[in-house]
Nanobody
Framework: QVQLVESGGGLVQPGGSLRLSCAASRSIFSINAMGWYRQAPGKQRDLVAEIISGGSTNYADSVKGRFTISRDNAKNTVYLQMNSLKPEDTAVYYC????????????WGQGTQVTVSS
């Protein structure tokens, strides 16, 4: 089990940058995958980026080249650096921790609002 706390959201102008942080309550070294998802009003929650325990990463096509996910195992923290933000990036961003096994177990943070607007 793990508790996740996101921070770093806010209001930013188009073209701006934000860095989201996700602090975990335990070591993230053994967590199979850590990721960021987002949910806009009236839409489903979608994967933005994930980093697997071996270090490989996956990104949604819409954020490739603009967003970067990283992890600091010593600080039990995962980051999402978001550059060249667009209005369509506006959403609540959720941190996720996934444990693989016979059945996948997912844990979520409370979410942080990102609003891109002039």
């Amino acid at each position: 089990q793990v508790q996740l706390v996101e921070s770093g959201g806010g209001l930013v102008q188009p073209g701006g940058s934000l860095r989201l942080s996700c602090a975990a309550s335990r070591s993230i070294f053994s967590i199979n995958a850590m990721g960021w998802y987002r949910q806009a009003p009236g839409k489903q929650r979608d994967l933005v980026a994930e980093i697997i325990s071996g270090g490989s990463t996956n990104y949604a096509d819409s954020v490739k080249g603009r967003f970067t996910i990283s992890r600091d195992n010593a600080k039990n923290t995962v980051y999402l650096q978001m550059n060249s933000l667009k209005p369509e990036d506006t959403a609540v961003y959720y941190c996720n921790a996934a444990f693989y096994g016979q059945r996948r177990r997912d844990y979520w943070g409370q979410g942080t609002q990102v609003t891109v607007s002039s």
